[in-house]
């Protein structure tokens, strides 16, 4: 029902939209409404160049490497899930060197991961 509200929404405004198209095609074009579009049209050039420079600029910085100040993401703990679960797990070195890591909610209602068997390299 959402969903098909949004779209009901979006083809009456899109209507209301053309609408008052038509209506301004409909006027005569005046000094003041050339005075409106010179400065809409350089507004607009003004954002376009900025932006591009902006985008130049930020792949100078990544051409060049110099993206050593940004801080570090933090660590993620790894005793808790999003569900505030404990979670009972190998090391992580032996959960990302194993091929197939199951997951399972236990009686306690801890979130257990272990290894497959023959799943580590």
């Known amino acids: ?3 098909f509200l949004h ?4 083809i009456l405004l899109w209507c ?6 038509h209506l301004v095609v409909q ?3 005046s000094r003041h409404s050339l005075e409106s579009l010179v400065m809409l049209s ?3 050039l003004l ?3 900025i932006t591009l420079w902006w985008i130049a600029h930020n792949k100078r910085i990544a051409s060049r490497g110099k993206r050593s100040n940004l801080m570090p ?6 005793e ?4 505030q679960r404990p979670i009972l797990a190998p090391p992580i070195a032996t959960l990302q060197a194993a091929r197939l890591v199951v997951i399972a909610v236990d009686a306690q209602g801890n979130k257990v991961y272990s290894v497959a068997e023959g799943s580590s390299d």
């Open 1 to 3: 029902m959402r969903s």
């Open 47 to 49: 954002v376009l160049a």
């Open 16 to 21: 209301l939209f053309g609408y008052y198209w």
């Open 80 to 83: 808790m899930d999003n569900l």
């Open 27 to 29: 006027r005569q074009i």
């Open 42 to 44: 350089a507004f607009t």
């Open 73 to 78: 993401a933090p660590p993620e703990p790894f």
């Open 7 to 10: 779209f009901f929404i979006s």
